[in-house]
């Protein structure tokens, strides 16, 4: 251990978002559901059901014809400060502020030190708070667990708009009292006011050459711009007068503290200085030189202070973080050890975590690489309140923004922009817009604004109604990338696959020619109840076929079916009279249909309309659901549905049948799943792509 408070390079938990597995040093596993009960002082049954129920983070390892479980203690933690889960019979402790997930006391563990009577009140209390809480048993309510940023600008029937700007934007802020976009233009130099209620260029205001940092007052409105050439520019919101801070030093950041009162000025060759934005009173700080990144506490407690050359006790490539504790500024930690040159800092909105973008670190050859999970982009994550490192891990870009709670963070870079799940790491969100360079969301989230090289993009938020959590295997939402959100089982682009607008957001896009996206490696479907769905749109119905004289085509929608005989597994397909089919087994569709293996829907397939197709497979039947609405069902004939083959989608190893047209939304489930939960996964989409409203 770094006696900065660092953690160093082979300490670190190293998880690559990319593919779900982890890399970690073998004592940090937790390798049974038993020890992972025991690191939460829980039984077996109660961790299982948060796997199952909360998305607690548990990962499998396939061995043949079974798998093992592990866990790792940092995202137990992460899983933890945001869930605050249910115990048995009992609700845990409210956490106290600033402690860390593994230093919070529980409830059952105190319980032997509180008064008999405290102990009484303390099971009402729960009993009363479990009942209230508790969801009908027979539903999965459509509950909306965040926000999609592009979401409805980027489905069907909507688009995004864009607002040119006299120059390249360098970065945004949003005034919230004012209605104002404030966007920093460096040629020439300007700050442009966008009016977010008419969505056009209310003013422009000269500024000095070469602006690079923004900070908007929550108390009054003031603007702060900090300029390479070497002052900071304070401009009044309502009157858009200027006045000029004189400090010295070209600025490379500036940090304003919560109540507006203190500006922090960081100079890579002269220094950190802190200014009365009051008075214009101007104090240096005695720190090394090079700060270049500055990041404060939502409670204004903490000034994070990133370096460039080094830093106290870093070196070429593994420059340190210092931390100070406000108002008093004195320094109480130095984080190091890790790779890092000087990049952006922002903290958590709950102020939990501090997340560093690395620079090039893991990226230029003149740095040694160490700790580096590879070649590339990483951000640090550290715990605020131990001060020290929990992962280090890759990235598509600098980190830009949080939104929704904490719960995503946006990054930027100059291939677009991505959100990522601040929780799992997983990319949500993907779009391709060049150069962007800022984020900035309303306060009441429903909009986005993005800086990019031809203006700002403006974004229609979508309340991101996903499908219900209890029993989720999977989920693919095709939100310009291929990823798995439940379980990190991303899919690979086959053909010409593409994203374009879906019924949610994005979708993928297949031709009907050799297009279709495919999981490899995918967790066992036992005989267990399970049960898959999508939204599917076709472009066209199919071709003529020779050999059967139809106007149509068969197109698998979601598969797993086993190449070779008997061909386990089962398909979720249009057949080539337009109906639509789940079944299990056999060779090709029309086989699995004489043999009593599926079953088809009433409803058919019309070219250009999104339908919600469901597969279930319960334990004595299997059933087809469209738009919510049940179809058909007969009785299940088993012995071939456990299935070894990779999952496909728009296309199968066996009936090839490519899908033209789109997918979106495609969720696995491994538990039963009523038609009362079926209808309620299809109104969470109705819901999503509907005009908006409150949920």
């Given at each position: 251990m770094a006696t900065d408070g660092g953690v160093r390079p082979e300490q670190q938990d190293i998880r690559?978002?990319?593919?779900?597995?982890?890399?970690?040093?073998?004592?940090?596993?937790?390798?049974?559901?038993?020890d992972i009960a025991g690191y939460f002082q829980r039984q077996v049954r109660t961790v299982q059901r948060w796997e199952r129920e909360e998305g607690l983070p548990v990962h499998r390892h396939q061995h043949k014809d079974r798998a093992s479980v592990y866990a790792l203690k940092s995202e137990l933690d992460v899983w933890l400060k945001a869930h605050n889960p249910q115990g048995e019979g009992q609700v845990a402790e409210e956490p106290e502020q600033n402690q860390t997930p593994h230093d919070r006391p529980w409830m059952g563990l105190r319980a032997g030190l509180w008064l008999a009577a405290i102990v009484v009140l303390a099971v009402a209390l729960a009993a009363t708070v479990l009942i209230l809480s508790r969801r009908p048993a027979n539903r999965l309510a459509a509950q909306p667990t965040g926000i999609r940023l592009f979401g409805k600008s980027l489905t069907e029937g909507h688009r995004f708009r864009s607002v040119p700007l006299p120059g390249i934007p360098e970065a945004v802020s949003i005034n919230p009292s004012r209605n104002e976009l404030y966007i920093l233009i460096r040629t020439p130099s300007l700050l442009a006011i966008l009016d977010t209620a008419t969505g056009r260029i209310s003013a422009t205001v000269p500024i000095p050459p070469e602006p690079g940092a923004l900070e908007v007052s929550p108390s009054n409105g003031q603007v702060f711009v900090g300029h390479y050439g070497g002052d900071v520019t304070v401009i009044?919101?309502?009157?858009?007068?200027?006045r000029h801070l004189e400090v010295g030093s070209p600025v490379t950041d500036i940090a304003l503290t919560p109540d507006g009162k203190r500006l922090y000025v960081a100079m890579e060759r002269g220094g950190?200085?802190?200014?009365?934005?009051?008075?214009?009173?101007?104090?240096?700080?005695?720190?090394?030189?090079?700060?270049?990144k500055l990041a404060?506490?939502?409670?204004?407690?903490?000034?994070y202070v990133n370096?460039?050359?080094g830093g106290p006790g870093g070196r070429l490539g593994h420059d340190t973080i210092e931390v100070f504790e406000l108002p008093s500024e004195r320094s109480i930690a130095v984080m190091g050890g890790f790779p890092n040159v000087g990049g952006e800092i922002r903290v958590s909105p709950d102020g939990s975590y501090l997340w560093a973008f690395s620079g090039q670190a893991c990226v230029e050859s003149i740095y040694d690489g160490?700790?580096?999970?590879?070649?590339?982009?990483?951000?640090?994550?550290?715990n605020t309140q131990s001060n020290s490192l929990l992962r280090t891990f890759p990235v598509p870009g600098e980190i830009d923004t949080f939104f929704d709670r904490g719960s995503r963070a946006v990054l930027c870079d100059m291939n677009g922009v991505n959100v990522i799940d601040t929780i799992s790491?997983?990319?949500?969100?993907?779009?391709?817009?060049?150069?962007a360079c800022g984020v900035a969301l309303s306060p009441d989230q429903q909009s986005a604004y993005i800086a990019f090289d031809k203006g700002v993009a403006v974004f229609e938020t979508a309340y991101a109604c996903n499908p219900p959590e209890n029993g989720l295997a999977s989920f693919w939402p095709a939100d310009g990338n291929p990823n798995d959100l439940r379980r990190g089982y991303h899919v690979g682009l086959r053909g010409d696959t593409r994203f374009g607008a879906g019924r949610i957001g994005q979708a993928f896009v297949f031709d009907g020619s050799t297009d279709y996206a495919e999981a490899a490696d995918l967790y066992g479907i036992e005989n267990a109840p399970f049960a898959v769905a999508a939204w599917v749109k076709f472009n066209s119905l199919g071709e003529p076929l020779r050999d059967a004289g139809t106007e149509q085509s068969p197109m698998s929608i979601v598969a797993r079916v086993e190449p070779a005989a008997p061909n386990r597994g089962w398909r979720l397909a249009k057949t080539d009279t337009g109906q639509f089919l789940f079944c299990n087994g056999k060779q090709s569709m029309a086989q699995c249909l004489a043999a009593g293996k599926g079953v088809l829907s009433q409803t058919r397939a019309v070219a250009g309309q999104w339908f919600h197709v469901t597969g279930v497979q319960d334990r004595d039947s299997i059933s087809i659901f469209v738009n919510g609405i049940l179809e058909a069902k007969r009785p299940l004939t088993l012995g071939e549905i456990k299935a070894t083959a990779n999952l496909t989608i728009g296309g199968n190893n066996v009936d090839s049948a490519f899908l033209n047209g789109l997918v979106d939304e495609v969720v696995l489930y491994h538990t039963r799943v009523s038609p009362d939960q079926v209808r309620s996964l299809y109104e969470a989409g109705n819901q999503s792509a509907a005009p908006r409203r409150a949920h």
């Open positions: 690559v978002p990319g593919n779900g597995e982890p890399l970690d040093r073998a004592d940090e596993r937790l390798v049974s559901w038993k009044e919101a309502e009157s858009r007068q200027t950190l200085k802190r200014v009365s934005v009051d008075t214009g009173e101007q104090k240096r700080l005695p720190v090394v030189p090079c700060p270049v404060v506490s939502p409670d204004g407690s903490r000034l370096y460039q050359c160490v700790g580096c999970p590879g070649r590339g982009l990483i951000i640090n994550l550290f790491l997983f990319v949500r969100e993907t779009l391709p817009l060049p150069d």
